[in-house]
């Protein structure tokens, strides 16, 4: 490996993935994985096999489906995390596994209950054992940002000595400073000389994830860890998209250290994982805002028309911005032009999904007069979230909401059979969310409700995304639901929830019953 290639480790699907409400199902997470390797993504964290049934069949299913990315896993430091990491992993063609254990006092002294030589031993059984499923190990020092120096380079000592190839440092609370990061890495750097890589894993809590990544990539690292989007556990990871783009606009204060991203596909991927999460970039972020090349000051749109580089630093097709404003499609377009544009925004469907998705275009074409390229993905995005119709929409009448009693009738298909009932409410959505809550009989409670237009214009798609807690039960579930009308979406994205509800309730009696 160059020692001028900065490897980057994406953690989308696992630390992205721990996003208050970024949860995913298997057939958006290889949706996500052939885009992160279309991007040339080095490392894939596909996620944390042991963690639950779905993140393992989600883990081995990429490792069929990705072939030049390497994929890994993450394991705690125990052998019942590792061997179901290494199963998972067990048919990629380059595999990793990932393993961690906390060392700074605070974690070792109140969460581990472990002595510092007890948590040395664990890490070296870890990555032991984990050799023994593949030769690619790496090993993370938990809340490394604040653990002591002499015991980090005692304990990275001895996972050398067992095996390990990658040395991730993470600043796992986001507490350092840049300058701090830096001295750290130089002298962990310094000290490992070249036995393993040094990787950087860094936390956005004091918004420094980004400056504390490329401090360390100054001094020495070479694999930096990072999200699409900056999504991950709290204030999130560093953000790829800033790294990526950081180091190939300022190369010359970088001199010659670069990454094997595609950066043409850098929006593409934001946009699908905006999409399958619902959680989109605000729009002043950098990179992949909406706002991010957009220029509102007549003094700084007279500069850019004169010369780009007045006021951009970088071109926006170098993120893949030109592509995706372009119309694409319209209502004359056959089915293989629909594949191939497809195939083009980064996705991969199935005959069934690609047939369903056809026929949403079509009718769509029929409504509104130009299809853009998030059009498109706003449709394949929404067959890929629908997963199993329990409930399916068929009809919905709303009454005259300004000034009768709100009420909604609606029709739905259940096991084959159309169900139609009416309810009322104190709007027109909660008429709608009683009306469907009346039909399955499970009480839903609304915890949030956003709705975003996919496009410009009046006619621009409407996409809803609502949290709901059905029955007893604490945790919300997230429903999707994309319509030309807003109520129809809305209506869609409850019975999308409600859908979700029932599959996982279906699984944990399963479970309970032994099933699985
Ligand atoms: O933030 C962290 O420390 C992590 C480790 C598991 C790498 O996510
Ligand atoms: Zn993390």
């Not at 067990?90 to 948590?119: C, G, N, W």
């Not at 664990?122 to 050799?131: E, G, I, L, S």
Request: hydrophobic fraction near 40%; aromatic fraction near 6%; glycine fraction near 6%.
């Amino acid at each position: 490996m160059s020692d001028k290639l900065i490897k980057i480790f994406d953690t989308t699907l696992r630390d992205g993935e721990q996003s208050p409400g970024a949860s995913m199902n298997m057939e958006e997470k290889i949706q996500i994985a052939l885009q992160l390797q279309k991007l040339n993504i080095d490392v894939i964290e596909a996620g944390f096999a042991a963690a639950s049934p779905g993140d393992f069949d989600a883990i081995s299913k990429i490792s069929q489906v990705i072939d030049k990315s390497t994929v890994c896993s993450l394991a705690r430091a125990i052998s019942r995390d590792i061997k179901a990491a290494g199963d998972a992993i067990s048919q990629a063609k380059q595999k990793r596994i990932h393993t961690f254990i906390a060392t700074s006092p605070i974690h070792m002294q109140y969460k581990l209950k472990m002595s510092p030589d007890e948590v040395i031993k664990r890490a070296v059984d870890a990555v032991t054992y984990a050799k023994t499923f593949t030769d690619d190990v790496e090993f993370s020092c938990e809340d490394a940002g604040r653990s002591e120096m002499p015991f980090l380079k005692e304990i990275l000592d001895a996972v050398i000595n067992a095996g390990a190839t990658t040395l991730n440092i993470p600043d796992t609370v986001g507490y350092r400073l840049p300058h701090e990061m830096g001295s750290m890495i130089k002298e962990l750097s310094d000290f490992v000389n070249n036995r393993a890589i040094i990787s950087v894993h860094c936390h956005n809590d004091l918004g420094l994830a980004v400056a504390n990544s490329l401090a360390s990539i100054e001094n020495g690292a070479r694999q930096v860890e990072c999200t699409i989007n900056g999504l991950g556990e709290r204030a999130g990871n560093a953000a790829l998209e800033e790294i990526v783009m950081t180091l190939k606009t300022r190369a010359d204060y970088f001199n010659g250290l670069d990454t094997n991203i595609h950066t043409k596909e850098i929006l593409a991927a934001s946009k699908m994982v905006a999409n399958i999460t619902g959680i989109v970039p605000q729009p002043n972020k950098a990179i992949v805002g909406k706002n991010a090349f957009a220029h509102e000051s007549g003094i700084h749109q007279d500069g850019v028309l004169k010369h780009q580089e007045t006021y951009e630093i970088m071109k926006p097709e170098d993120i893949g911005l030109s592509d995706a404003e372009t119309i694409v499609l319209g209502k004359l377009s056959g089915r293989h032009a629909f594949a191939d544009k497809i195939e083009h925004l980064g996705f991969k469907l199935t005959q069934e999904e690609l047939t369903h998705s056809f026929e949403r275009f079509k009718l769509l074409a029929d409504k509104k007069k130009e299809i853009f390229d998030d059009d498109l993905r706003a449709i394949i995005t929404d067959e890929i979230v629908k997963g199993d119709q329990t409930y399916e929409l068929v009809n919905l009448q709303i009454n005259d909401c300004m000034s009768g009693i709100p009420s909604s009738a609606l029709s739905v298909r259940f096991n084959d059979e159309i169900i139609t009932d009416a309810g009322i409410g104190n709007g027109t959505m909660d008429a709608i969310f009683k009306t469907v809550d009346r039909i399955s009989g499970i009480n839903g409670e609304l915890v949030d409700y956003k709705v975003t237009a996919v496009t410009e214009g009046k006619d621009a798609l409407a996409r809803v995304v609502v949290k709901v807690i059905f029955e007893d039960h604490t945790a919300a579930v997230i429903g999707h639901g994309l319509n030309i009308d807003t109520m129809v979406a809305s209506a869609r994205a409850y019975i999308s929830a409600l859908n979700s509800y029932l599959a996982t309730k279906d699984l944990h009696m399963a479970r309970s019953r032994g099933g699985i």
